[in-house]
């Protein structure tokens, strides 16, 4: 058994250097630094970002939403104000929810698994959706479009959330205490 993930862990890394080579015309193989590789998967991170946010557009131009968008690239929009206080760091947010895909697909609600709560500033909850509820207070129901590197990036919740799924979220801030 070890002598079979050695093996197999030899192999992964021997893929792993060939991969850090190439070829150029003539022939000659020459191997990336590691500004190369990072120079590279930045300019592909910045493609993949660019492609998600005009996904988001178009959801939201189609959609005939009017959101605001903050500084980080969530968008959210307020349906109905609310009347109670403001949500700060350190309260006790308690709301209901409906999580979808940008696909329209419903993952998640509240009503199946009742409201949802978490202590702001203390994690717990995806940073896309801590910053929005940031925005509300007590009453507010509001949606947001949360790009996939605010919520559950790379990974995805590996439960019904892929891998880089941007989120829609419909929210109603309940209470704060």
Same mark, same amino acid.
């Given at each position: 058994?070890?002598?079979?993930?050695?093996?197999?862990?030899?192999?992964?890394?021997?893929?792993?250097?060939?991969?850090?080579?190439?070829? *150029?015309?003539? &022939?000659?193989?020459?191997?990336?630094?590691?500004?190369?590789?990072?120079?590279?998967?930045?300019?592909?991170?910045?493609?993949?970002?660019?492609?998600?946010? +005009?996904?988001?557009? +178009?959801?939201?131009?189609?959609?005939?939403?009017?959101?605001?968008? %903050?500084?980080?690239?969530?968008?959210? !929009?307020?349906?109905?104000? /609310?009347?109670? %206080?403001?949500?700060? %760091?350190?309260?006790?947010?308690?709301?209901?929810?409906? %999580? +979808?895909?940008?696909?329209?697909?419903?993952?998640?609600?509240?009503?199946?698994? &009742?409201? *949802? !709560?978490?202590?702001?500033?203390? &994690?717990?909850?995806?940073?896309?959706?801590?910053? /929005?509820?940031?925005?509300?207070?007590?009453?507010?129901?509001?949606?947001?479009?949360?790009?996939?590197?605010?919520?559950?990036?790379?990974?995805?919740?590996?439960? +019904?959330?892929?891998?880089?799924?941007?989120?829609?979220?419909?929210?109603?801030?309940?209470?704060?205490?």
């Amino acid at each position: 058994m070890i002598y079979r993930f050695q093996l197999i862990l030899f192999f992964v890394l021997i893929i792993g250097f060939q991969s850090c080579s190439y070829k *150029k015309d003539g &022939g000659e193989t020459k191997s990336l630094n590691l500004d190369q590789v990072n120079e590279k998967l930045l300019k592909a991170n910045k493609v993949a970002i660019e492609f998600e946010r +005009k996904q988001i557009d +178009k959801l939201i131009d189609s959609s005939g939403w009017n959101m605001q968008v %903050t500084a980080t690239g969530l968008r959210y !929009e307020i349906i109905e104000n /609310g009347n109670g %206080t403001k949500a700060e %760091t350190g309260k006790l947010a308690r709301f209901e929810y409906e %999580t +979808k895909l940008i696909t329209g697909k419903i993952v998640y609600s509240s009503a199946l698994t &009742g409201p *949802k !709560e978490f202590r702001i500033g203390s &994690g717990g909850v995806e940073s896309g959706l801590e910053e /929005g509820i940031l925005l509300l207070q007590a009453g507010d129901k509001a949606r947001f479009v949360i790009p996939s590197f605010l919520a559950h990036g790379l990974s995805g919740d590996q439960d +019904k959330i892929p891998p880089k799924a941007t989120l829609i979220y419909t929210i109603k801030l309940i209470e704060l205490e």
